[in-house]
């Protein structure tokens, strides 16, 4: 089951569909309600039913607890095979890097290297495979159509099955998402990909707005 959308959770009216746009219907405007800083909230808050509603700092508190428990129970659980926890988070930090881009695996492999940990290919695949049976991943597929002239190798793109995950793995907050707004533009492409049914472009709206106008006075404009 996937965590809540916005429009699911009552954060959103539903007001703009994505759907919609991308079935060529027409474009509706309208003004969100929320602020960056509440957009970056609810990123790193996602749609866990347990979070909905709660005091800010618990409702934070559940896609940590969440990804911990993937990392030292679910991931071994899900078949029986027993994989090793830091393994399992160091994945999961390399696949939140690469959020709403096209990685390749072996992107992966070399990131989690850095850490100074060994993992081979068919060990990492499983690891992957493993976190694709308990429905933590969900990458955007591409199926070429044979005769176009786009490289096959093009890969898909990495997101968890909410953004949630993603900084919870990273181990941010919404203060860090709104110190760095490219890590922030990632996550929030993947928090409308993971509300795909009926996600609310009003708060892309704001999203855009306040963005553009944060990075406009970084640079002193």
């Known amino acids: 089951m996937r965590p ?11 007001g703009v569909s994505l759907r919609s746009l991308f079935d060529g219907g027409p ?10 800083g509440d957009v970056a909230f609810l990123t ?4 866990w039913p347990k979070a909905v509603g709660q005091p800010k700092e618990l409702a934070l508190q559940q896609a940590p607890d969440y ?11 899900v078949d029986g095979v027993r994989r090793d926890p830091e393994r399992v988070c160091m994945l999961m930090r390399s696949y939140a890097r690469m959020t709403a ?21 068919t060990s990492f695949l499983e690891y992957v495979a493993a976190l694709k049976r308990l429905f933590v991943t969900d990458d955007l597929g591409w199926n070429p159509n ?22 919870a793995a990273l ?43 944060d990075s406009s006075r970084m640079r002193g404009g």
Do not use: W
């Not at 795909?196 to 999203?207: G, H, L, R, T």
């Open 4 to 14: 809540r959308s916005l429009l699911e959770s009552g954060e959103s009216s539903g």
């Open 27 to 36: 474009v509706a405007i309208a003004r969100s309600r929320l602020a960056l």
């Open 44 to 47: 790193c808050r996602g749609g």
């Open 67 to 77: 990804v911990d428990a993937v990392v030292e129970f679910d991931i071994s659980r």
């Open 101 to 121: 881009s096209q990685g390749s695996y072996e992107t992966m492999l070399r990131d989690v290297a850095k850490s100074g940990l060994s993992f081979g290919r």
């Open 146 to 167: 044979l005769c176009a002239k786009e490289d096959i190798r093009t890969f898909p793109t990495r997101h968890f099955v909410g953004p949630s995950i993603a900084t």
């Open 171 to 213: 181990g941010a907050g919404p203060g860090d998402l709104m110190g760095d707004l490219n890590t922030f533009g990632l996550v929030f492409e993947s928090l409308c990909v993971s509300s795909q049914s009926e996600c609310d472009v009003k708060i892309c709206v704001a999203f855009a707005s306040e963005a553009s106008y």
